[in-house]
């Protein structure tokens, strides 16, 4: 098993710019989602899914957008980067029944210049 | 809303020297409590948990009890190695709108020298 995968591990944008992260999980959970790390911010939600085809925002929505088409996949889209949006962006995964123990892939350093 | 205070850091010990680090909390409902540690590059990683009020969580030497009286879950570890060096993330989760998701701490970074 590969676990959780993000693709790309790194990325620089200039403002204005729009990309696509990839996350993708070979566990079969139900439940995935996007969390921001900043430095001394810890972690914080940014959009989550509980099954395919759905989607609800976390804490730091704005300036995102996400799509869960497949169950093993869930996508965060930048549509006009901002020098804000420079973060690392973790994907995580879970079973309903145990949403407590996620299961994080490792990470997408992006920097919006 | 429900909140995680982790002590600042960076810690730095000697290798095998005894470990705490303070965490307490902040919930209108009776959360479940973590602690993810993240190793220098990679993701987060479940350490410990408790679900309950007195519920003891330990791995890999780690050990974290669910203290509600003094809303705390410090983690502690008798022993630590060089391998041990992470950024250590208190956690906790509650149910609500967000309650899928953890409500991380700021982290608190260890460097164990040897």
């Known amino acids: 098993n590969a676990g959780v995968t993000q693709t790309p591990k790194f990325r620089v944008l200039k403002t204005g710019q729009s990309m696509t992260l990839l996350c993708a999980q070979d566990?079969?959970?139900?439940?995935m989602y996007w969390y921001r790390q900043d430095p001394g911010m810890g972690l914080r939600l940014i959009h989550y899914s509980v099954g395919e085809g759905t989607t609800a925002k976390g804490e730091v929505p704005d300036g995102y957008n996400v799509s869960r088409l497949k169950k093993q996949n869930f996508l965060l889209g930048l549509e006009s980067a901002a020098p804000s949006q420079t973060s690392v962006y973790f994907c995580a995964s879970s079973f309903p029944q145990s949403a407590d123990t996620q299961y994080f892939g490792p990470g997408t350093r992006l920097t919006v210049l | 809303g429900d909140s995680v205070t982790q002590m600042e850091g960076p810690v730095t010990l000697s290798e095998e020297a005894f470990l705490t680090i303070n965490c307490t909390y902040t919930a209108t409902g009776y959360p479940s409590l973590f602690w993810y540690v993240q190793y220098p590059g990679e993701g987060l990683q479940l350490l410990l948990k408790?679900?309950?009020?007195?519920d003891k969580g330990s791995n890999k030497g780690f050990e974290a009890t669910y203290r509600k009286e003094t809303t705390s879950f410090h983690l502690e570890k008798g022993s630590v190695q060089v391998s041990d060096s992470a950024v250590y993330f208190c956690?906790?989760?509650?149910?609500?709108?967000?309650?899928?998701?953890?409500?991380f701490g700021k982290g608190t970074s260890l460097l164990v020298t040897p």
């Open positions: 408790a679900t309950k009020a007195d």
């Open positions: 956690a906790l989760i509650t149910s609500g709108y967000s309650g899928y998701a953890l409500n």
């Open positions: 566990m079969n959970h139900e439940y």
